[in-house]
């Protein structure tokens, strides 16, 4: 047990009356300890909880409100007064020139009623989170003196989860959840408002001349993780090596390494990021072992383990070292055999490079098992057996499932609006899923794209699918498959400069996989194939390769290249068998200008 919150447990375990105070990391958390607390004393003493919002509340109204719930209490034997902080992060309102926190009022508030708080006949213990404990310091410091027992509780290894997708070296479109803490790195508007928010906090500490732990604790580590979230790299790498230079605690070095990981990755040092997922893995299990000893527990790995496992295997699986990344999903299982995340991602490494679909199947559906009611689980499955098995009233089986057990994942939705139209031809509910898709998330740009293709295939709605497509473009300008999509379209309707323009954009990424490769060569000589150098004689290198565009659809270029009187409409026609439909290359060699190419 970390040393405070052993600390906690034997301060609430004294009947006396007097205040503590504890720095927790959310209101999710402080709820967490708050039912840890109830059955720590239940029936041994009374306990009365409060909840407070300190944007929100009046201070004099919270403390009334206590004083009536613990009036009759036995001051010999004082039960435990609860008071939980249920404040949203970064609520400001404009205040002349610059923006106030709301809850700068309600501390200054506490600071008057401080005698108060002490004299109540009960043990009083407020749950304060980063944000409010920062405020509480500046705003009300004489309240704070009267504390006699301050703590830090660390997080709880299970954090809100996140999306981790699969590999885009082979699945780019499929992905799995994990319940790991991740800083919520994906989120940019929080990562901008936490950066401006941790600095200035962090500005004021060196002024009070903060111990280096607690720098490296309250300031460095949430600097660091939303630097990376901003791709902010060179300052990313500053709190790092401010870090490196502290002596962290057991939780904050799982932490760090965690972070310093997914840094050299996103720079590119990958042997490092490897050897530090490593260093964080040994840590981790080290710490599991040590936990189940104290606890004479069974073991069961915590949630750094099998974060630090799923690293590793998603490090390698990019690499393309799928031994190496076989490896760790195997070991993942063979310590957590009913973990999801190693599961599902083994389903889908089975399916997607092994090619193995018995054995895949087998693990689609102990991922299933181990939890009915997991969307992402049932989606995948539901993957599997309509790409795979043809099975489609059981896929719709498995995504009505997915959408009953969780309304708003996105994945789920797009995946099934895609079934709709592209399995059922049930264009008008297709477009239902893809509209609720887009409510929950206007920004996830997989949605924005399959839509954008949809309302340029089923609907013929041309210039809205453009809107779609620049959105997706400019959320994502680096992806070549949003690029490419937006050039066909700009092409199909005759908008050749824009169109040869965003084609040559997409050439030129470094990151084309051999799908995309041939869909820009076929579209170069859709449109401009009289052009030196010639476009065939590139597709025809490009196909002679062996790569294909399986699943394509081409039907809007080739109209147009029609209406624009290409010189090779037959040609054209057997390209797209071959290249879409995989047909044999040889039907090609019966065309003249395919030999001479």
């Known amino acids: 047990m970390n040393e405070d919150l052993d600390l906690l447990r034997r301060a609430i375990e004294e009947p006396v009356s007097q205040m503590l105070l504890a720095e927790v990391v959310s209101p999710t958390h402080s709820n967490e300890l708050a039912r840890q607390i109830r059955a720590w004393l239940e029936p041994l003493r009374p306990m009365a909880e409060f909840g407070f919002n300190a944007n929100r509340d009046n201070a004099s109204i919270l403390w009334e409100q206590c004083r009536e719930a613990v009036a009759h209490w036995n001051e010999d034997n004082p039960g435990l007064l609860l008071v939980r902080d249920d404040s949203p992060a970064h609520v400001r309102i404009a205040h002349g020139a610059s923006d106030k926190p709301t809850s700068i009022g309600f501390w200054r508030t506490m600071n008057q009623l401080r005698e108060k708080w002490d004299s109540l006949p009960a043990q009083t213990l407020f749950l304060v989170t980063h944000e409010q404990y920062f405020f ?11 504390i006699p027992l301050k703590l830090h509780l660390p997080g709880p290894q299970e954090a809100e989860p996140r999306r981790l997708t699969a590999p885009a070296s082979y699945a780019s479109n499929e992905s ?28 004021h500490a060196l002024q009070r001349g903060e111990s280096a732990q607690t720098l490296a604790r309250r300031y460095y580590l949430p600097l660091m993780a939303a630097t990376i979230a901003l791709q902010k790299w060179e300052e990313a790498a500053n709190y790092n090596t401010k870090i490196g230079q502290i002596a962290l605690s057991e939780s904050q070095q799982l932490r760090w390494l965690r972070l310093r990981s997914h840094l050299e990755e996103a720079q590119g040092n990958i042997a490092e990021a490897v050897a530090t997922a490593e260093e964080r893995l040994k840590l981790a299990e080290e710490l599991d072992t040590e936990s189940v000893k104290e606890q004479r527990q069974n073991f ?21 070292n799928f031994d190496e990344a076989e490896r760790w999903l195997l070991h993942g299982l063979k310590i957590a055999p009913k973990e999801i995340i190693f599961l599902g991602n083994y389903a889908l490494f089975l399916k997607n490079v092994r090619r193995d679909y018995e054995k895949a199947e087998v693990f689609f559906q102990r991922a299933v098992e181990a939890d009915s009611e997991q969307a992402r689980s049932l989606n995948q499955y539901a993957l599997f057996l309509t790409d795979i098995r043809q099975n489609h009233d059981r896929a719709e089986a498995l995504y009505k499932r997915a959408i009953r057990a969780a309304p708003e994942d996105i994945d789920t939705l797009g995946n099934y609006a895609n079934f709709l139209t592209g399995r059922r031809q049930d264009h008008d509910k297709a477009e239902e899923f893809y509209q609720r898709a887009l409510e929950v998330d206007p920004k996830d740009v997989a949605t924005l794209n399959n839509y954008a293709v949809f309302l340029c295939l089923r609907r013929h709605n041309f210039e809205q699918a453009g809107i779609y497509f620049r959105r997706a473009v400019e959320l994502t300008p680096d992806n070549p498959q949003h690029v ?3 050039a066909a379209l700009c092409l199909s309707q005759g908008q050749k400069d824009e169109g040869k323009a965003t084609l040559e954009r997409a050439a030129a990424m470094p990151n084309l996989s051999d799908v995309q490769q041939v869909g820009i060569s076929f579209h170069r000589y859709i449109h401009f194939p009289e052009e030196v150098p010639s476009p065939l004689k590139e597709l025809k290198r490009v196909l002679k390769s062996g790569k294909r565009a399986k699943g394509w659809t081409f039907d809007l270029n080739i109209e147009r290249a029609q209406q624009d009187k290409h010189p090779s409409m037959r040609l054209l026609k057997a390209l797209t068998s071959v290249i879409a439909e995989e047909k044999d290359s040889k039907i090609l060699d019966t065309f003249r200008e395919w030999r001479i190419a």
Request: overall charge negative; proline content about 2%.
């Open 300 to 320: 069961e790995p915590s949630r750094n383990t099998v974060s630090a496992l799923y690293a590793l295997y998603s490090l390698h699986n990019q690499q393309r």
């Open 484 to 486: 490419i999509n937006y």
């Open 136 to 146: 509480l310091t500046t705003e009300s410091d004489h309240f704070k003196r009267w």
């Open 176 to 203: 799995f959840t994990a319940s790991l803490l991740l800083d919520d790195l994906e989120d940019q508007e929080a990562a901008r408002q936490n950066r401006d928010a941790y600095q200035e906090r962090l500005r």
